[in-house]
């Protein structure tokens, strides 16, 4: 099994900046891909960004000016940096992590960000 645990969502006004973090705990192989999605009340989970052990990168193309995504040294954190946030940004972001065909969530950080 594998636990994801979010951190460092808030509330914070638009042009601001937040960094989420993630944990991953328990059964992590070597080579997967940890992400982050959002959701806003009444829309579909979407994604964010993606980036695999080896560090390749993959970003929603309308966010990928304003978000990055990064690894830890331990390699089980995740990072997403938040820039220039929009009050159209406020959701509940989730990390994911993906491996052997598995897909494993966190229970999400909320994202508040206002006018």
């Known amino acids: 099994q594998v636990q994801l645990v979010e951190s460092g969502g808030g509330l914070v006004q638009a042009g601001g900046s937040l960094r989420l973090s993630c944990v991953a705990s328990?059964?992590?192989?070597?080579?997967?891909?940890m992400g982050w999605y959002r959701q806003a009340p009444g829309e579909q989970r979407e994604l964010v960004a993606s980036i695999t052990s080896s560090g390749s990168t993959n970003y929603a193309n309308s966010l990928k000016d304003r978000f990055t995504i990064s690894r830890g040294n331990a390699k089980n954190t995740v990072y997403l940096d938040l820039n220039s946030l929009k009050p159209e940004d406020t959701a509940v972001y989730f990390c994911?992590?993906?491996?052997?065909?598995?897909?494993?969530w966190g229970k999400g950080t909320q994202v508040t960000v206002s006018s």
């Open positions: 994911s992590l993906q491996q052997l065909g598995m897909t494993y």
């Open positions: 328990g059964s992590i192989f070597s080579f997967n891909r």
